[in-house]
């Protein structure tokens, strides 16, 4: 079966300083995975996506991960955070056949002035 | 940019009521999913739906819960007599076909806050 652990509830950065938020997942076969931001009382929006092509993916707002089939991570990163990241992170692994996905815990990113 | 659209945005119901959660995904996808997201919680998938009928759902999706697509465009979330465990934000999604299903993303609306009293 699929799952994901973000390893991380909350990551407090300053503005300007890198982003980090960890994911591991594991899968019984080569996964599809996805970063989704939801920011407060909005919906969930798609920032990339890794689905067996380039292990470096790049998506909106400057963020990219990285699928390191070794570790099973599919960390999110950004070199500099901006105020208007502060969100919650979701990493997230296609589930099935039918597409249905399977959700980690969340990361709430704080961004300090 | 074509959007999810979910109405509506809070819905505040009796317990033992019944109440529609509705949607209008994107109009060229054929893949569409009810989720939710109890408060503090991560988000759960509850079902997905294809070709006019469920293919899939969850251990959550009882025989409370019932979804329809009643003509070309809604996508509905019904759920018969309420419980006050049934308070969630819960989301629809639609996702296109594609040449390669896996590589198609899926496409949110901003949910529906259900408050059950």
């Known amino acids: 079966a699929q799952s994901v652990t973000q390893l991380d509830s909350h990551v407090s950065v300053s503005e300007g300083t890198p982003v980090l938020l960890r994911c591991n997942y594991s899968s019984s076969y080569s996964p599809s995975l996805f970063w989704y931001v939801q920011h407060p009382n909005k919906g969930l929006q798609l920032l990339l996506k890794?689905?067996?092509?380039?292990?470096l993916v790049k998506g909106i707002n400057g963020f990219e991960a990285e699928f390191k089939k070794s570790e099973t991570s599919f960390h999110l990163t950004k070199p500099s955070a901006h105020m208007s990241d502060a969100a919650e992170y979701f990493c997230v692994v296609d589930g099935g056949s039918q597409g249905n996905l399977i959700f980690g815990k969340g990361t709430k990113l704080s961004v300090k002035p | 940019e074509p959007e999810v659209t979910q109405t509506p945005s809070h819905q505040v119901t009796q317990m033992g009521q019944e109440v529609i959660l509705r949607c209008v995904p994107i109009?060229?996808?054929?893949?569409f999913y009810w989720y939710r997201q109890i408060l503090g919680q991560k988000v759960e998938f509850l079902v997905s739906f294809y070709n006019n009928e469920i293919s899939e759902k969850s251990e959550i999706f009882d025989d409370q819960f019932s979804v329809e697509r009643p003509d070309g465009s809604n996508f509905t979330l019904k759920i018969r007599s309420t419980k006050l465990e049934d308070s969630a934000m819960y989301f629809c999604a639609s996702r296109d076909r594609g040449q390669a299903f896996s590589n198609q993303p899926q496409h949110f609306g901003d949910g529906t806050r259900l408050s059950i009293l």
């Open positions: 890794y689905t067996s092509a380039a292990t």
């Open positions: 109009s060229n996808h054929l893949y």
